[in-house]
């Protein structure tokens, strides 16, 4: 904030050098030159300090979905990884567990010294296998047993229900079913977490259950028998809405504190997306990686910019009548997330 008495010329000069919370910076000086100042008048500039990038006391959780870059990954930052959950395994509505295991990535994890704790997912996150697989106890004590062996077998700590797709009328069902799963897995010395899509805030409880996707998971039941739960902070924004962040941090900040409450919040781990969104004007938006949303913004000329209240980038690019939107994370984006987790107590 710069002041100057009545009359004369006012101007200032930002120093080259200046970092953004973006992580962008100015190459050269840059000069503001405002001209007479009338009498009483002063300017005020403000200039961001770069987010902090200190996350000691949090555990990285990493889901890891296959294929050769997501292994490159695995292999340059695997020592990093507290726990590594990847997609693994789905419970078909009969009980069967159907495996679906990459040997190369949990070799490299395990040779690290990660926590393995695969997800286990309602198969196609169909509702109706999930609601077949609730429905006998048969099936569900047969999963529980194929899922202790495959531990015994693969070395897993454990593993982590990330089941969807779910309404509010099955609540009940997922509670009972997940409670009866973590019991069998504790008996076998396994840790049992779950994944849940955050709740929103709402003045109305009620309704927030029955027509929100988070209505099917009791927080407070879910967390008793579980040794984390996992906040899918992320898809704020989707194909079926109007353009906007993937997970704002005014977003983050609100469905992690109303998902929290009453809970041990040194127990939660804040999902954040590594993805990009991108709408076209006409057409169905696409999802994809950080290299990709940016290879695309240079290769179009596109706009980066900045929505400081979603604390987000995104990228503006196309011609006229073909404008595309391009929401994605950046390094500054992720660390704003990271100590909405620090501050909150989280894992």
């Known amino acids: 904030e710069g002041r100057w008495p009545p009359g004369g010329a006012a101007a200032f000069t930002i120093p080259a050098g200046l970092r953004a919370t973006t992580g962008a910076y100015l190459p050269a000086s840059f000069r503001v030159d405002l001209g007479d100042v009338p009498a009483g008048a002063f300017s005020r500039v403000d200039l961001s300090q770069p987010v902090s990038s200190d996350t000691s006391g949090l555990r990285l959780r990493a889901y890891f979905v296959g294929g050769p870059m997501a292994r490159a990954d695995l292999a340059r930052h695997g020592r990093q990884v507290s726990v590594f959950s990847p997609s693994f395994y789905a419970a078909a509505g009969d009980g069967r567990l159907v495996p679906n295991v990459d040997e190369q990535a949990l070799a490299t994890a395990l040779s690290v010294g990660a926590q393995v704790e695969p997800l286990l997912t309602n198969q196609d996150f169909s509702a109706d296998s999930a609601r077949q697989l609730f429905a006998s106890g048969a099936a569900s004590q047969g999963l529980a047993s194929a899922l202790v062996i495959e531990a015994q077998k693969r070395g897993y700590t454990g593993y982590q229900l990330d089941f969807e797709g779910l309404g509010y009328g099955d609540r009940d069902q ?105 709408w076209p004007l006409r057409g169905t938006p696409t999802a994809g990686g950080y290299g990709d949303a940016i290879a695309s913004a240079v290769a179009s000329d596109g706009t980066i910019t900045w929505d400081f209240a979603a604390q987000s980038p995104l990228v503006q690019y196309g011609a006229p009548g073909e404008e595309h939107v391009t929401w994605l994370e950046n390094r500054a984006s992720l660390a704003a997330k990271a100590q909405v987790a620090k501050r909150m107590g989280f894992s």
């Open 174 to 278: 997922l509670t009972r079913f997940s409670q009866r799963l973590s019991q069998r897995l504790a008996a076998a010395g396994l840790k049992y977490s779950t994944a849940v899509i955050p709740q929103k805030q709402t003045n109305d409880t009620g309704l927030a259950q029955l027509f929100s996707h988070s209505g099917v998971y009791d927080f407070g039941a879910l967390s008793r028998g579980a040794s984390s739960i996992s906040l899918m902070a992320y898809d704020q924004h989707t194909s079926s809405t109007e353009p906007g962040p993937v997970a704002g941090l005014d977003w983050v900040r609100q469905v992690a504190t109303a998902s929290s409450l009453g809970l041990d919040r040194s127990r939660i781990f804040l999902g954040v997306p590594l993805y990009y969104r991108d």
